[in-house]
């Protein structure tokens, strides 16, 4: 009778756990990229990278955060701010550069930039597209709080031969 007993608290357990995931992500907001479309938000984000490379040479991904409102904001984000991801010229991810961090609170004053770099190399020749995505934790002065998404538009990249 007790193993039942655990075994049916396990599962109510379990049921309730998957229930939780789905409601964060029914809660999370995907904002469009669109410049239009993005102005009712309180950011903007914006990737820059160079237009060509040399393979096997390093460079610097440039990942902007804006806050475009007119109040400080308060946000939770993961540590870098951004992840990153690298699709060849099928448009398919060949690499996702991850976060390290989860749940860093940040404040952004009025239009406020934070600028975000990371190194990156290719080891092949071709033509690369790089996004960077921000996940974020919007709070509200009332205590509730809105999550969002964000991609950048992509970039296009060419590693050249040396």
């Known amino acids: 009778m007790k193993k039942f007993a655990m075994i049916f608290l ?11 995931e789905r409601s964060l992500a029914d809660k ?13 938000y309180p950011v903007a984000v914006d990737v820059i990278v160079p237009e060509q490379v040399g393979v096997n040479e390093s460079f610097t991904m440039n990942a902007e955060i804006k806050n475009t409102a007119d109040e400080m904001l308060e946000i939770t984000t993961g540590d870098p701010v951004f992840y990153y991801i690298i699709r060849d010229s099928t448009g398919k991810a060949i ?9 860093i609170v940040r404040t952004i004053d009025m239009k406020e930039v934070i600028v975000e770099k ?36 992509r970039k296009k990249i060419q590693a050249l031969e040396d």
């Open 28 to 40: 999370a907001e995907t904002i469009p990229s669109s410049t239009s479309e993005a102005e009712q």
């Open 118 to 153: 990371h190194s990156y190399r290719f080891k092949n020749p071709g033509i690369y597209e790089i996004s960077a995505v921000l996940e974020f934790t919007l709070h509200y002065g009332d205590g509730s709080s809105k999550v969002y998404e964000l991609e950048t538009e």
């Open 95 to 103: 690499n996702t550069v991850a976060r390290t961090d989860i749940g």
């Open 10 to 20: 396990l599962f109510i357990l379990g049921c309730q756990s998957v229930e939780s």
